[in-house]
């Protein structure tokens, strides 16, 4: 049975409601000295005593709910309360009370509904929000709905720290990903289709750092080149994080022979976030250099973010590329995200040659998480490369927890 700590203040003002109430027999003094000693039994059966005699002593009737709540008696708690409820439903007391008796009997759906209300009732009551946090944090499909009360928690107490997103705690064992994943990519040109299939496996240290190691097959041109890359990310602290990746390309026909890139991204206020970019790539016969800024926002069961590309094919004026990202977070389960991109870009566009051309794309795709082990990810889009060609595209991948 869960024993509940008494906050003295609400007792004492409890009592002194009471104790002009309470005979002799029962007096203030002996409910008080039943609660003190967690004698909840005592206490109940002195309040329902009290009720016997006066049922619309709505302050006894209050004191008996939270007794029985506090004694484990969650059924019994939760009438007290529908009782009070349907004489006072303006009362967002004995709401939020309902509230934690759910919350302590894992009725947390209940629990939510009723912190709802709660909230509607008094919109600044700040124990009401930090219970439904509470209650949040601990649910399996409850990520979406998590973002958007700290985003409005972050608005009605901004100085307040208990609406910040904790680092999640890491499991201490290692842990492993094998993905496997594929492209096949139609020009409208007579040229030959593009083709991509890789291998990738990731490594959570079980710390706040993560190592992948990839090898990737490119088919282009009707010539296919192999490149092996690899990367790492670190959580510096519970905002800043940063990493890198490395890709070697061994025939570089049109791949880049070398391509290392370094980020570094900060979680803000309100839901907002940041990173920068910088990556070289580096051809047989060119080298291309750019820096990327994303600024991105979660929202409810959203995120969006806009990306501005600024890249230099040596030799050349720069050009610049815009993109924008929506995320919808259906479910814990399964995540949607469509981009947009439009600008000037420097990519192969032929063996041996890398030019700056306009570009215009998008993208749909979506992740379904079949289990804890289990991940599928797909993507369709298509993307214009200048006057040359457009592409269009279909992408799978199969990740697998080892």
């Not at 002799?24 to 000295?33: I, K, M, P, W």
């Not at 709540?69 to 309902?98: C, K, Q």
């Not at 399964?334 to 566009?349: I, M, S």
């Amino acid at each position: 049975m869960k024993v509940r700590t008494v906050n003295a203040l609400v007792v004492c003002a409890a009592l002194v409601v009471l104790a002009p109430r309470i005979d002799a027999r029962e007096s203030a003094g002996d409910l008080a000295a039943a609660i003190d000693g967690r004698d909840y039994a005592r206490a109940a059966d002195l309040l329902s005593a009290k009720l016997r005699r006066a049922p619309e002593d709505e302050a006894a009737r209050f004191m008996l709910a939270r007794v029985l709540g506090w004694s484990g008696d969650y059924a019994a708690a939760i009438a007290e309360y529908d009782t009070l409820i349907s004489a006072s439903p303006d009362n967002v007391d004995y709401s939020f009370g309902r509230a934690q008796v759910l919350a302590w009997a894992g009725r947390d759906r209940g629990a939510l509904e009723e912190l709802g209300r709660a909230r509607v009732l008094a919109p600044t009551y700040e124990e009401v929000w930090r219970l439904e946090l509470s209650v949040l944090e601990r649910g399996t499909d409850t990520a979406a709905r998590l973002r958007s009360l700290r985003e409005q928690a972050a608005l009605q107490f901004p100085e307040a720290g208990w609406w910040r997103e904790r680092p999640r705690a890491r499991s201490a064992e290692a842990s492993t990903e094998l993905r496997l994943g594929t492209v096949h990519e139609g020009l409208s040109t007579a040229a030959p289709d593009w083709r991509s299939f890789w291998l990738q496996v990731t490594r959570d240290g079980g710390a706040a750092s993560t190592f992948y190691g990839a090898l990737r097959r490119e088919e282009r041109f009707g010539r296919s080149d192999v490149v092996v890359g690899g990367g790492g990310s670190w959580m510096l602290s519970e905002r800043w994080s940063t990493g890198f990746d490395v890709d070697v390309g061994s025939q570089a026909d049109f791949v880049p022979s070398f391509s290392v890139a370094g980020w570094a991204g900060r979680a803000l206020p309100s839901g907002w976030e940041t990173q920068l970019r910088v990556r070289q790539r580096r051809y047989s016969a060119a080298k291309v250099t750019s820096a990327a800024a994303t600024v991105g926002r979660y929202f409810g069961d959203f995120r969006a973010a806009y990306t501005f590309d600024h890249s230099r094919l040596h030799g050349e004026a720069g050009s610049a590329t815009h993109s924008a990202t929506l995320n919808y977070y259906h479910s814990e389960s399964t995540q949607w995200d469509v981009t947009v991109a439009h600008g000037q870009e420097a990519e192969a566009v032929a063996p041996g040659q890398v030019l700056r051309t306009d570009v215009a794309g998008y993208s749909v795709g979506a992740r379904h998480a079949f289990s804890d082990r289990w991940s599928l990810s797909w993507w369709v889009g298509s993307h214009r490369q200048g006057e040359l060609y457009r592409r269009r595209y279909v992408g799978l991948s199969l990740a697998a927890g080892l």
